[in-house]
């Protein structure tokens, strides 16, 4: 089974900065079964990435993803107050899915 | 635009067994499975397993193999997940979410609002 690892496990950062998530897989894995979501609060999460890079429908072009290999990375160009939340990377491999534990993008 | 729909919450006792509805609209219904996510209070997602739209198919997490079983019913638009001989550690938060597969990629979009399942004596 493939382990996600993401950090860091917070960042504290200021509304218009850049945001830089990581999601680093226990082997390589194929780009187009990588995907990345956003949790709110009281909501259910938000797909926003998939294939690595493709960006979901209505999601806005400040959030880019990249990376192949092991290791993968979600950008937010410039941080609005409504892009604070926990992020998720999520793998698809030998009919399982799984989540890396997170990272918590919270305002300084 | 796809939308799917859950149930309320429920409270069960330890050992008990729940089931939780998910209603699919918005898009043709056997063209997509569905998959099911818990989390648990403060915790990050676990993925349980998915099921056709036909409910031909399913595949489950080996942890929750044998205790869950994943359903659908064409005639009502709706996928069904349930989790049998329930622990206190099942208290969680249950989501459904279109399953999107291709050779192009595979995601979940979009998820329903969420199930909050208690478990407590």
């Known amino acids: 089974e493939i382990v996600l690892t993401q950090s860091p496990g917070t960042l504290s950062l200021s509304p218009g900065e850049r945001a830089t998530l990581s999601c680093r897989a226990s082997q390589s894995v194929s780009r187009a079964y990588l995907a990345w979501y956003q949790q709110k609060p009281g909501q259910a999460p938000r797909l926003l990435i998939h294939?690595?890079?493709s960006r979901a429908t209505g999601i806005p072009d400040r959030f880019s993803g990249s990376g192949s290999g092991k290791d993968f990375t979600l950008t937010i160009s410039s941080l609005e107050p409504e892009d604070f939340a926990v992020y998720y990377c999520?793998?698809?491999?030998?009919?399982?899915?799984?989540f890396g534990q997170g990272t918590k993008v919270e305002i300084k | 635009q796809a939308q799917l729909v859950q149930s309320g919450p429920e409270v069960k006792r330890p050992g008990a067994s729940v089931k939780v509805s998910c209603k699919a609209s918005?898009?043709?219904?056997?063209?997509?499975?569905f998959t099911w996510v818990r989390q648990a209070p403060g915790q990050g997602l676990e993925w349980m397993g998915w099921v056709s739209g036909n409910n031909e198919n399913r595949h489950y997490a080996p942890r929750f193999q044998g205790r869950v079983t994943m359903t659908t019913d064409i005639s009502t638009s709706s996928a069904y997940m349930e989790l049998r001989s329930l622990r206190f550690d099942d208290t969680a938060v249950y989501y459904c979410?279109?399953?999107?597969?291709?050779?192009?990629?595979?995601?979940?979009?979009?998820w329903g609002q969420g199930s909050l399942v208690t478990v407590s004596s």
């Open positions: 979410a279109r399953l999107v597969r291709g050779v192009w990629g595979t995601w979940f979009d979009p």
């Open positions: 999520q793998h698809y491999g030998s009919s399982l899915w799984s």
């Open positions: 918005g898009y043709t219904f056997t063209s997509y499975g």
């Open positions: 294939g690595a890079s």
